[in-house]
């Protein structure tokens, strides 16, 4: 496929891309067009439909995959595309990988690497509550593959939900074994769950956006619920384990103000919140290293790390 | 009934106390005595048991109110009770009102007026809602009658839960009135259950102190809960209200470093808020005054309050 | 009256608008032209002379009323008049209220409801003290009807600062019963008296700005020192009174670093603090809403309550 | 006269003492007695009348300075007198300086001092108002000369404001001929008034304690209010100018958060709380090393200071 | 050996002691007489040598090893050794690891890994400096073994500093394969570096506290100091590189208010930090469940970890 | 020479300015040209070379000072220079005070009220260090007197670092005199050393820029090491005066939020600070004053004092 970036101008082109945004405006002549904003994994591409009743334009919405032709022109200095044809791809006629942010790695592998997370837990009561989730329920595999763990910030891609869990997991593999006073099974079943909210604090790609829900409980409530409602159907669950793990998941922010109701209270907690803080920080500053156009090893100020950064230099 | 701030050095009595808390320990001459703490809503006392297996000294524990026969002496410049004899008291026989810090309203006529606040909800799942907890639930009312509010604190009394609950609904009534963009219904539902979790925070009187699952999880938490459960056994009740009722419990706290997971969104959770710190400031600062020597007008520095504080003179 | 959000490209108007800001300039040729920023209620329009000196263009200063008649034209996607004649309105000719963002109340419904407050005040100095203001000062009553709360934020219009009293003074006299420890004659004139120094912080409408005194000493400082200054007229005021009274105003905005060179030390002075902050905020989130486009029930983030804000659902 | 740092055990002694405290107390016998405590400059000592009604203990109150006979005994390690004789002292017979901790500098002569910085301002109004209080007042030196600065922390002695008054007024004059854009006048004249609500804020000595005005209002307010009051009765004081320099008064500590409702805004401000927060800062560490007692270089951690403190060793 | 906390009333002991403290004073008699703070790892014990000048009580220091024989009374409800007869030890006659707090780890096997660390360096010049400390310096390794990391907190026993540096060492490795963009090299060294200045800031055992430098500088400033010196005497060492590794020991405090005088601009330094931090982090929470009395499963509120904290269940 | 402030429209100009920056680019046709960005000390001014290749250009770099040939065009409301010839300008040819920021004040009067300073600090081993930087080391003063004290804020012109350097050794001065427990020698050396490493920190005019060094260390740092190293080469120099004074340059930031790893503990480390603080806030507020456009006295909201800024009237 041709993509966004590879665009040149004055070329026609007969392409699919995922329709961002919408908007119908006049022309000060008062003649009705569209506005839409493309997207591919490359970027973003301005586009025009100076003749939306015509024929050969067909109806969409916004977040479809739309296959167009047009021609690449260019306007105040960006390309544009003036669209002559439109209309809706059909499943399979695109990946969604070639028009979304994905993970680099291989998201079946990482998967199955969390499955062997769950395995090594011995804890019958944790396993059956993480299997029921992640092995059981239909459709929840395929769901968490696709999750994103963020809206922009860190992992904010495809499998980035299960980049992130599968790393805060690893790590707290490691303290597990650094740290004897650690209960293992609890503290791996809690890094797993400890994202689980965000499946529904943040609509699904392509939209990867803040639901009303989302926005007024907060996957940190939300996935503590989720794990709540689940347990309650594991006849013999035990209550306090549930409160447990379900403090795991409220304290992960580790600060009242980031969001988190409680302090780590557990040593768990307490390990979680390290795990959790180290993946997202460091996936953090490999995003702004990865971002950064390279024409210094400065990068400038950072807020989010309250200082200028810099690629180490070859030792 | 005579009270411990009643007693005088050398009268025998024979009266029913709390035991407080209860301690076995060894004279230096290395033989086993018992230590009590007995209470009743006056003050604590001092108590010894020099012969615990004594014919007259029977079993109990402690949290059980103890029928006791003895001597009131004198230790250090504070009395202490000498144990003759000791019987674990029958229910009947004391009135628990006697021996814990109660409200000083008509904890009946309290629930009352909660409940014509209930019935002036008009929107049906909400009214269905508080019913089944304030109306249908067996037991709940002699419960929530009898919780208080805090450990220490404002309103942390037999009957603090109740008046802290009713001072903030009526606080909210007022808003609702006031600024009419506010929804009534579901302001006051959100204001009568915003504290409800603390059922589960703090165990009853007397013990009155955080239960595991409060320290794990915070009355913001369980309430959320207790009200998300019940929810789901109410056919047809709309998700959305269930998150926008959950929203104004957990930010009913305000700020997230206040514990409250989420910061207010909608304007019944901003009112909640206020109105429940109102209630909470006014009734801190009236427990200030009421447990003030009198001495001066002036009370001294309060660390709640980042002031020193006075009463206001005559006008 | 054609208001300038009525106002269509191509027509020529005769109009009389408030003259918000006007500057001399060149044209690229070296022409003198003077450029205005017209206003009325509805919205903001700039405005050319062109000819500066011609004989239709009389004199004029900013924040005059001026009728104009000229021709809408539109230059860079914005509408512009080009001014051909101009003159001062005569007062009479115009009602501010047109020009002037206005509260949505009876500003003289309001008043009366206000005197109703100082009529409820019993203490004879307190009470001598609030009408010295509010019923004998010559022009007091227009002026105070007509100033604004703030510069922007909340109550930020003409009738404001009443509005905002009103609102204060209603919730303290809620706090006043539902709290019985307040003494109810002190708060009522602390609140008809806490934002007072707005009157000289704040300069009249239509300027509405910042005055030298005001930033300089603030509306706190100015408040508390007119009621010390009227005080003193009035013969045996009392010198505590006076002090609980300043002190009230001195920490009404509850907090050192929000301008309160004291912290509240009286229940008045705590309960005024209270009220104040709930009328500000739920004025704050009044507006937010009013102002909001209605295209999304999330308004997107206020960093004035460091959340995003959505308008709540129909029950 | 015999200091009490300087008594012994066994002694009897015939002196003059302030009585700091006064207390009536029943032995356990039941016979009434007094417990006093005295204080001269080098401590303070335990007293007791153990014979309240006989005839040679006068009638005297807290605060007095009474001549006492009696017998220095020792009681838990700790001398005590047993007073035998008691009498009110006239004025004459002692020294307050005796009595009370003092500034080790020669208060006339810093008096002196700050007269020849009023005479050196030019400006008409300041020197004036300047003078109507430290020249024309009567009483004005005497009552300046003995005022603390403090209850405790920096200047907390008989001539400690006018000590840190002088200090504040030379760092504002070098700072003045340091950087030519301050105006000279207004900063002389501010570093003079910048802690005269001092003389209300707190009590005179022997008290030194904060009075109700004091604490309501502060010494801020209260020194703006004076300057406010006196500038009304000087014909033609331009009120510019006065609220430039209540501005400087107001602002005087630097944040909103040390008790200043309004942050510098002018130069001079800015000035005067640099030289004032030096002044303090340096008198502070000054006299923590002159109460230290010499043992070690490091003084162990101070939290005005966020830190241990030495001693700087000899170069 | 006879511990201190195996002592019984009555009983003669002949054994040795570490002398934490030695006070010369008077009885009340007016004789003199020592009074010492003897000290093994299992505790204190107060000692006194009531005839200072007698034969069988030889010359020596606070700090020395001291062979006493005396008896075991009882003071005041707390031991006390009466000496009769005290000489210094020689060393060979004691283990300083009886008297002092230690790892529970083997401190030869852990230098051993450590050095196993510095074997897998491979930048050559960061493996010189490493080596210039660890292997080559004469005395290092018995300085390092036997040091604390803190003079109480985490890790504040012989062998604590070395203790803590593997483990923050251990967690960069596992940090490095799984972040592949950090630099291995030089993260392993910053490491293992990271808390050298604790040699200087902290007086070895027995006495472990702060030494002067220490006060002043901090271990901070002095182990960067201690590298760019050491990295002076390698020829060729590369300036940037010394910058860096300097930058990784500066900011691994991770934020100004921590101590560190830059925020982490380079990736292992923002690594360093997060190991450090979880070592330091787990490590106090396990001494707080040591160093807990077992009686109840929550260990109350602490300050470090603002939260009550509590001991996981069994699962 | 004509400055770039007083360029007009359409004239030829044959002048030497410093090339500020330098980018290649391509016209829309695909032709190369090159872009500057030329500097003095009037402004800055856009150029163009739209024929690099041709006869009349010369090789040049970026902060070269160059000799243009070229005509003054308009270019959307801006002037642009339309470069025809173009050579590196040697030094002579022009004065970089032409092209810089300068200090106001005679830098060479400067430096010697500085020497002044160092001949009156009376410890050897201090005047010694003192003297082997600002007499004996080689190019040392014309570095220092044309070094800045920072990128941008305060001080940051040509002859800043000395003139800063000297207002705060002054003011060390005055305090050394006002308060006698300060030891002036250490206090008026750390005073010239504190900000030493700026010359580091900072690479020199005309870049004026944070070096790599700068950036990792800071010149808190990077002065003491300075310090430390030409300590180590002067023969004896006493270890805890060495500490003594890095202590100061470590601590003079004052705050450990502000960059100091170590609050000040030393008399003359709080001098330090307070005299480094009041000379930056003053020449901060100078600055602000100097380039404000004066077309009102209140210069608007300032962030870095955190209020609206206004000069004081006349008086």
Redesign the interface.
Known sequence: MKYIAQLTEGERINEIYLCRKKQSALTKAGKPYESLMLQDKTGTLDAKIWDPGSLGIDDFDELDYIAVTGDVTSFQGAYQLNIKRLRKAQQGEYLPEDYLPCSDKDVDLMYEELLGFIQSVR?P??RQLLESFFVQEEGFAKKFKFHSAAKSVHHGFVGGLLEHTL?VT??CD??AQ??P?L?R??LITAAIFHDIGKLSELSAFPRND?T??G????H??IG??MV?DRAGEIPGFP???E??L??CI?AHHGE?????????????A??LN?AD??DA??ET??EL?ENSDGTS??LGYSRI?????????E?
């Open positions: 804890a009561y944790l790393g690893k790590n490691y303290f650094a740290y006073m209960d099974d609890l803040y009303d829900e926005q007024l409980l907060g940190i409530m503590a619920e709540h209550e306090q384990l409160n447990e379900k403090h409220l009242l103000e980031y969001g988190s109701p409680k302090k780590p209270a557990l040593a768990e307490l390990a390290l803080n180290a920080r460091m500053l490999r290293f090893d400065w790390f309250e200082s200028n950064i810099r690629r180490t230099g030792i």
